[in-house]
């Protein structure tokens, strides 16, 4: 059965960064796709970022370009996200979400009903 736990959430000031990290259990990590998504109070889960299973493939919200960084380390079976320039609108519950990969879509990456496994959130949040 494959786990995934996220660590590394906190309160952080604007502009700051944070380093979320999501540690997946058995051996299958090294042929996932993985990504990360989040939930703001009252709003709907949203894409964050995404990786292939290589990572040779990177795909982001607008919201959160050049300013967060997906990756990976297979030596590790974790999953990082790296976060900069953090805002306000960045609070909220950040969940990483893995699945066995193949051809997808772009829209495929964005839509959390296509991802078989979740770890159990790590709250960010941004005072105003």
């Known amino acids: 059965q494959v786990q995934l736990v996220e660590s590394g959430g906190g309160s952080v000031q604007a502009g700051g960064s944070l380093r979320l990290s999501c540690a997946v259990s058995g051996r299958t990590f090294s042929s996932y796709d993985m990504a990360w998504f989040r939930q703001a109070p009252g709003k709907e889960r949203e894409f964050v970022a995404a990786i292939n299973w290589n990572g040779g493939m990177t795909y982001y919200a607008d919201s959160v370009k050049g300013r967060f960084t997906i990756s990976r380390d297979h030596t590790k079976n974790t999953e990082y996200l790296q976060m900069n320039s953090l805002k306000p609108e960045d609070t909220a519950v950040y969940y990483c979400?893995?699945?066995?990969?193949?051809?997808?879509?772009?829209?495929?990456?964005?839509?959390?009903?296509?991802?078989?496994?979740w770890g159990q959130g790590t709250q960010v949040t941004v005072p105003s």
């Open positions: 979400a893995g699945r066995a990969s193949q051809e997808y879509t772009i829209r495929q990456y964005y839509d959390p009903s296509g991802w078989n496994y």
